[in-house]
């Protein structure tokens, strides 16, 4: 689930100290304004940090009560305000979408309770909204969660990722999303994920298409598979949950195992902390330690999302 990362749901309150919900509405606004994002990732994001205090109404007087002598970003105000105001109901699904999954952990909880809960969390967002539940900004809409997810796969294209003679494993497949998009690409396609709901709807999503396997997976590691099996490995908003259970570094190891000699790996969003150099800096540490080589760091190529996007390989011959 994106469009948080940068102002956690949980940790919102803190993000944002004393300020009223109005103020932190405005900050968000500002955020997303400096940083040119899409007005849904804006829409997202007001609906993750602001509290139900302020409705859609509220909220669309005040994007609309924002003052800027830039065309461009007036236009976009208008934008954000008139999604609110002509389709209130959508904040509301997106709120109870984001709620369903804590993105927090106790200094003492163990992976596998943190791992647990996350799994029943992701079962209760793809139950309100399976295309909201893997991408807060399609709104739950499939047609901008499709749009968003061919600009990834064109971003995958563009980098050697896909291929007819191509096996790719996509952890944290989510409602098959990928699966869909990538079948017709690549040799074979095989996705996991943690909650059974969500592997349920991929299935459901790809039923018949015979190059694409989905399987449940303990969230620990990738044992399931054997050495060097895969020319690609795609983890799409996906580590940042392995960040928070504290098994990252097991899965980059796992990674560079099942990956064939020079073998991709495409990682968008590593966490949801906020600190892009922090990314960066536990990156370069563990490719360091698995054999892998860090081609794009940390770059945000895509207009309709606002992930990150690292792209590795692994060595010939490790």
Not at 47 to 71: F, K, P
Not at 142 to 148: D, R
Not at 160 to 165: A, N, S
Not at 286 to 304: H, K, M, N, W, Y
Request: glycine fraction near 8%; charge should be negative.
């Amino acid at each position: 689930m994106d469009d948080a990362k940068d102002l956690d749901a949980a940790d919102a309150v803190s993000a944002f100290g004393a300020q009223s919900p109005r103020m932190v509405a405005l900050s968000v606004l500002e955020r997303c304004l400096l940083h040119a994002l899409p007005p849904e990732v804006a829409l997202a994001r007001l609906a993750v940090n602001v509290g139900a205090e302020i409705d859609a109404d509220e909220l669309a007087g005040i994007a609309a009560s924002l003052h800027t002598n830039d065309i461009c970003q007036r236009a976009w105000l208008a934008q954000v305000a008139g999604m609110l105001a002509d389709r209130p109901q959508i904040l509301d699904a997106i709120r109870a979408t984001a709620a369903s999954v804590c993105h927090q952990s106790g200094s003492d909880e163990a992976p596998a309770k943190i791992i647990a809960r996350l799994a029943s969390g992701f079962d209760r967002a793809s139950a309100v909204s399976p295309a909201a539940s893997v991408q807060l900004s399609s709104l739950g809409e499939e047609e901008k969660l499709a749009a968003a997810t061919y600009e990834i796969v064109d971003w995958l294209e563009q980098n050697g990722l896909t291929g007819g003679d191509k096996d790719i494993l996509d952890i944290g497949c989510g409602i098959g999303r990928f699966e869909s998009a990538l079948h017709s690409k690549v040799g074979r396609v095989v996705g996991t994920d943690i909650s059974p709901n969500m592997i349920a709807i991929a299935r459901r999503r790809c039923a018949g298409i015979a190059n694409v396997e989905f399987h449940r997976t303990t969230g620990f590691d990738l044992a399931a598979f054997d050495d060097a099996i895969f020319d690609c490995v795609l983890a799409v908003d996906s580590f940042p949950y392995l960040v928070l259970a504290g098994v990252a570094e097991r899965h980059f190891l796992e990674v560079a195992r099942v990956l064939k000699p020079e073998g991709l790996t495409a990682i968008l969003n590593y966490s949801y902390r906020g600190s892009l150099a922090l990314d960066r800096s536990d990156i370069m540490r563990l490719v360091g330690a698995c054999g892998i080589q860090l081609i794009v760091d940390g770059e945000t190529p895509f207009s309709r999302w606002d992930g990150t996007a690292f792209l590795l390989r692994r060595f010939s011959g490790t």
